[in-house]
Structures are given as C-alpha cells and as structure tokens.
C-alpha cells in the first residue's frame, strides 16, 4: 500500500516571499504521479501541478515549481512570489501509473497562511 | 463548460435518516469517482463508478453505504441510517477516461459537507 506524508501541519509566509511545502511517500513501484492540490476556503480541490515518477526533469507551473527526489521519495512544492490568494490547504497526492483507476492517495495537507 | 457539480451543498441529517448526495460530471466525462473528507483529514478514496457499473469500491465502508450512476442523471452517493461518524466532507471527481493517464485530468466538485446532528 502507498502512503503520502505531510508533515507541516500549518505553515505561514509573508507575502511576496517564498515558502517551500514538504512532502514524502511510500511505494515499492517504480512507475508513478504525483500531484498537489490546493483547496482554498470554498472547498475546491484544484490541480496545482503533477509530476510524472519517469521524468528527471522537475514540473514548474508559473510561480509553482517542485523538487521531486525520487530515491528519498520526496516531493516538495515552492510557491515563489506568494500571494494572498495562495492562501489555502495544500495536499500532496500519489497515484499509480495505468492504475486503472483514479484512486488518489493523498497526505493529511499543510496549511498555507500568505500574511500581508 | 461547467465543471463538477455537487448538490446540495450543506445537508444536515439526524441520525438514522438517509443521505443522499448527488454529482453531476463535467460535460463528456463518464467516469466518476467519490472521496471523503474527514475533519483535519486528506481526501480518501470511496469508489469509481462508469456508466451504470461499478467499477472499483474498495473503499466503500462494507455497510449503509452504495453508489449508482444511472445510464441517465446524476451520480447518487447515498447513506442509510446515518451516524456522527459519517459527518465529512464528500467530494466527487470525474474524468474523461478512468486512468491516470499521461495527459489524463481528473476534475472535482466543490464537495458536500454532511452533518449529523
């Protein structure tokens, strides 16, 4: 079984700044994604950025980039530039490559306070 | 293009009543999923359902709990005889095709909270 690790609970940076959220995984395969998810207040889950386990190269989605270690199965997410509107629960998910199915594991979530 | 849409959005019940939560996938998905949300909790898988089938409810609690998607309407998640325990976030997600493929994404609702008074 896979399990996902978050292990800030809470977090908090002064806007404009960068903070970098923690997240580490189980898994015995080598084959594998992995996401974060913002949800804001409204309760939205929404994509943040993925990363496939076959590529070395780390994903980047405008101010949103990740440092994926896959020996230390570790996979954290920098916001750069925060902003008020980052302000939310982040959550670090893994699912298995042809799963099958889109059964996500996710970790309990870090939450993210920007201060202005 | 709307997205997922859950309803209702807040639902109340007593305990022992019967919940039922309803999704509607965004416009070409026929693949569902649903996921609850527990207090200070992640997201935790609770099945996969396409077109009339249920595909995978391996995290289905074995008893109150079912899942549909009818050939026409809405996904309906629906809990009899409901406890305090059961009080959570639900959140439905859809997809175009039910793996997690390269170029595949999996969208979700804004999610139901249920309360069990």
């Known amino acids: 079984a896979q399990t996902v690790t978050q292990s800030q609970p809470e977090m908090s940076v002064q806007e404009a700044e960068t903070v970098t959220l923690s997240c580490t995984y189980d898994?015995?395969?080598?084959?594998?994604?992995l996401f974060w998810y913002k949800q804001p207040p409204s309760r939205q889950m929404i994509l943040v950025i993925r990363?496939?386990?076959?590529?070395?190269q780390n994903a980047t989605e405008n101010r949103f980039s990740v440092n994926f270690q896959k020996a230390a199965k570790s996979f954290s997410l920098k916001i750069s530039d925060s902003q008020l509107g980052d302000t939310a629960m982040y959550f670090c998910?893994?699912?298995?490559?042809?799963?099958?199915?889109?059964?996500?594991?996710f970790g309990k979530g870090t939450k993210l306070s920007v201060i202005p | 293009n709307a997205g997922v849409m859950q309803n209702p959005r807040h639902l109340v019940r007593r305990r022992g009543q019967e919940a039922r939560l309803r999704c509607s996938p965004m416009?070409?998905?026929?693949?569902v999923y649903w996921y609850r949300q527990l207090p200070e909790e992640g997201l935790k898988f609770m099945v996969y359902?396409?077109?009339?089938?249920?595909?995978?409810e391996s995290g289905m609690p074995k008893e109150r709990f079912s899942a549909e998607f009818p050939k026409e309407g809405p996904s309906i998640l629906r809990i009899q005889q409901v406890v305090r325990g059961d009080s959570a976030a639900y959140f439905c997600?859809?997809?175009?095709?039910?793996?997690?493929?390269?170029?595949?994404?999996?969208?979700f609702g804004s999610g139901t909270q249920l309360s069990v008074l």
């Open positions: 997600a859809s997809s175009r095709t039910g793996t997690g493929a390269t170029n595949e994404k999996l969208f």
């Open positions: 898994t015995s395969e080598s084959n594998y994604y």
């Open positions: 990363q496939e386990a076959y590529k070395q």
């Open positions: 998910a893994f699912i298995l490559r042809g799963a099958g199915s889109y059964q996500l594991t």
């Open positions: 416009k070409g998905h026929s693949h």
């Open positions: 359902l396409q077109k009339e089938n249920i595909i995978d």
